[in-house]
Each structure stands twice: as C-alpha cells, then as structure tokens.
C-alpha cells in the first residue's frame, strides 16, 4: 500500500483556470510535508515545507494547505510556465534514515 | 543561496566500468543524500550522511558505494553496474536532518546511462 497518494496523476488546464492537487498519506508520526516541483530531466525544485495541521504557505501563484490527512496545492491563474510534474513527499518518525517518502507526483499541464 | 552542485550531467559506461558522481554543497549543511530516479517514477532513497555518519537503505547493492570526504562534499562510487541501473542520480542536502530546517534541496542530478 502507497502511503503516500498524489491525485489526479495528469492534469491539463488552460491558462487562468485555478485548480488543485492533492497529495493523501497514511504514515503515523509526520515530521513534515513537503512539495517541489520537477521539470523534465532536471533535480525537483523546492516550493513549500508543512509541519503542521492547519500551516498555510504561499508563494506567488501556488497555495499549500496541511491536514492530518492529506495536503493540498493550489493553483491560482496558471500560465503555462507553471507546467511541471509536482512532487509530494513526506518525512515520518520510523521512516527510516531521513529519507523522503515521495508519492508518483502530478503531471500539470498549462495550455495557453 | 540554495545551490547543489553535481557533476557530471550525463554519464555513459559499461558494465565492468568503475566511475564516480560528484556533489558539493556550500550552504554549511550537515546532511547529505543520494537518490536513484527512474523515468516516470519518485526519487527513491539509496543513502544519507547526516554529521558524517552514514545510513543505508538496505535494498540498494553493493555495486553502489557512497563516501563523504568532508560536510561539503559527496560522492557515489559505481561498479560493475547493470543496465537497469541507467537512471537519474539526484543528490540533495539539508541542513539537520530531523528538525524544522530539514528541508532538502536537491542539485540536477546526473543522467546515468549503463551499456
């Protein structure tokens, strides 16, 4: 079992159309909920760290949310430099030597 | 400055080839990491050096060998790799590894092709 689950898998939006990804996990014990982003072929690019339920965070276009259960990012006004697969990952007491447990990420695709 | 260095980009060799990844990080960072990334898949975990002390995941073989020469700096040895070993090898750093500036910020990677 997964534990941790980003949705949808793809998504195509249009320019300006605001949307959100999801990212759900099953771990006990969070030490931390992070997103990045990944170009194709490139190291994933850090956007956001969440410690704790109800933690907000915002940098220009894109909003994180944190629940106990699952996170959200939302995206408000693509355009179509935000294209990218988003990455989940988590931190979590008895994950094991530090690591980050990543889920399959969210492909976006923005069209103009 | 949020910088990960990692050299080489790419990378092509044989199997009874020895070769090496380089990264470098000068944010003073105590922890260091590799990752083996697949097309289409999440990085996946292979080993950390936190304060110089090293953690493995115990499903990463032998032929896969990291050393850390100074906090600044990790490497990852290779030999006698498999073609199913061509991946993405992403190295990351942060700056404890538990706590809330554990966040993990990641170079490049290499582009690692085994014939």
């Known amino acids: 079992e997964d534990q941790v689950t980003q949705s949808p898998e793809a998504l195509r939006l249009q320019e300006g159309e605001s949307s959100s990804l999801n990212c759900s996990y099953t771990?006990?014990?969070?030490?931390?909920l992070f997103w990045y982003r990944q170009d194709p072929g490139k190291g994933p690019e850090f956007l956001f760290t969440?410690?704790?339920a109800g933690e907000e965070k915002e940098k220009e276009r894109l909003k994180a949310t944190l629940t106990k259960k699952e996170s959200f990012l939302h995206i408000t006004a693509p355009k179509p430099e935000d294209s990218a697969t988003y990455l989940c990952?988590?931190?979590?007491?008895?994950?094991?030597?530090?690591?980050?447990?990543f889920g399959k990420g969210t492909h976006l695709i923005i069209q103009p | 400055d949020t910088e990960v260095t990692q050299t080489p980009k790419h990378l092509v060799m044989g199997m009874t080839n020895k070769k090496s990844l380089k990264c470098e990080q000068h944010?003073?960072?105590?922890?260091m990491y590799w990752y083996k990334q697949k097309a289409k898949k999440p990085p996946e975990l292979m080993f950390v050096?936190?304060?110089?002390?090293?953690?493995i995941n115990e499903s990463v073989p032998s032929r896969f060998s990291p050393e850390c020469p100074n906090s600044s700096l990790l490497n990852l040895h290779l030999h006698a790799l498999q073609p199913e070993d061509s991946a993405l090898y992403l190295c990351?750093?942060?700056?404890?590894?538990?706590?809330?500036?554990?966040?993990?910020?990641f170079g490049p990677g290499t582009r690692l092709t085994v014939l």
């Open positions: 990351a750093s942060s700056q404890v590894p538990r706590g809330h500036t554990d966040t993990q910020y």
């Open positions: 771990v006990s014990g969070l030490r931390g």
């Open positions: 990952a988590v931190r979590y007491s008895g994950g094991g030597a530090d690591g980050l447990t």
């Open positions: 050096y936190s304060y110089e002390k090293l953690s």
């Open positions: 969440l410690y704790s």
């Open positions: 944010m003073g960072h105590r922890a």
